[in-house]
C-alpha cells in the first residue's frame, strides 16, 4: 500500500510534481497490478491510495490512472465535498496548502473534488471512495464527535455517491483505541501510516500500513532493494508485536 497527498502543491513533504508522479505511475504500470481493498491479491498486487481528495487529484492524477489503467483509493473527509462548481480549474489550484482549510476557502475556490467528480471517477472504474473522516481531524483528541466523523462520513458519501464505502482512512495517522474500534465496526478496511507492509488486506492488528510516496527522489525509489527491506524489517518487529 503506498500513500500520496498533493501534486504540485507548495507543501513538499506531502506532495510530488506531475512529471514525477507520472514517472512513478508508469513504472508501476509495468510492474504490478493495482487492487482495490477486498480484491485479489498476489505478490505483484499493489493498493494507490490518495489522501484528501484535492481538486488536483481530479486534475492530474484522475487521467493518468486512465492513461495506464490503473486503480487508486481516495480518501475523503466529507464535510468539505461540494455537489458541484463553476469555480475555474486555475482558482481551484491556486490555494498554498495551508489555506485550503482555511475558512470557507472550500466553498470560495472547491480546491476538494466535487461529488460530481467523484462520481465520475468511481463510474470508471479506476477510483474507489474511502471515508477520511467528517472534517479531518485528529480522532485521539479530546471532545472530538467519533461517531459523526467515522458513521456519519460514511453516511454522507454513501447518501450523496449512490455507493458503499467499505474503508476508512485514519487522519494524520492519529488514531485511539475508541476510533479504531468504531471504524472496524463499520468498515472492513482501515488504513493508517507506518511505511511497513500488510500479509492480507487484515492489515497488522487490525490496521493496514501504508508506505509514504509523496516527495519521491526517482520514480523507482520505493522499490530499491533497501527500501524494501526496512519496509519487510518493520513488517516483521510490528507482526511480532501484534501491535498496530
Not at 512529471?19 to 497490478?33: C, K, N, P, V
Not at 490512472?65 to 455537489?83: C, G, R
Amino acid at each position: 500500500m503506498i500513500m500520496y497527498h498533493h501534486i504540485n502543491s507548495d507543501d513538499l513533504p506531502l506532495s510530488n510534481s506531475d512529471s514525477m508522479l507520472e514517472a512513478h505511475l508508469r513504472l508501476i504500470s509495468t510492474r504490478f497490478t493495482t487492487a482495490f481493498p477486498g480484491e485479489s491479491i498476489t505478490s505483484e498486487s499493489i493498493c494507490l491510495t490518495f489522501d484528501d481528495a484535492y481538486y488536483d487529484f481530479y486534475h492530474y492524477v484522475f487521467p493518468l490512472l486512465k492513461k495506464y489503467n490503473l486503480k487508486a483509493l481516495l480518501a475523503v473527509p466529507s464535510a468539505f465535498i461540494l455537489s458541484d462548481t463553476d469555480v475555474m480549474s486555475e482558482h481551484r489550484l491556486s490555494l498554498k496548502h495551508h489555506e485550503i482549510y482555511e475558512a470557507d476557502n472550500y466553498k470560495t475556490y472547491a480546491p476538494f473534488c466535487t461529488y460530481t467528480e467523484l462520481k465520475e471517477m468511481v463510474q470508471s472504474g479506476h477510483v474507489m471512495v474511502a471515508s477520511h473522516s467528517m472534517n479531518h481531524v485528529n480522532l485521539s483528541e479530546e471532545g472530538v464527535d467519533l461517531d459523526q466523523e467515522i458513521f456519519g462520513s460514511k453516511v454522507a458519501l454513501e447518501e450523496n455517491l449512490g455507493f458503499r464505502v467499505d474503508s476508512f482512512v485514519l487522519p494524520y495517522g492519529k488514531y485511539n483505541d475508541a476510533a479504531v474500534a468504531l471504524a472496524s465496526e463499520y468498515y472492513p478496511y482501515v488504513f493508517r501510516i507506518g511505511n511497513a507492509l500488510n500479509p492480507s488486506w487484515n492489515g497488522i492488528g487490525g490496521l493496514i500500513y501504508r508506505i509514504k510516496g509523496d516527495g519521491l527522489k526517482t520514480p523507482e525509489e520505493l522499490f530499491k532493494p533497501m527500501k524494501q527491506l526496512g519496509f519487510w524489517f518493520k513488517t516483521m518487529i510490528k507482526t511480532l508485536k501484534g501491535s498496530r
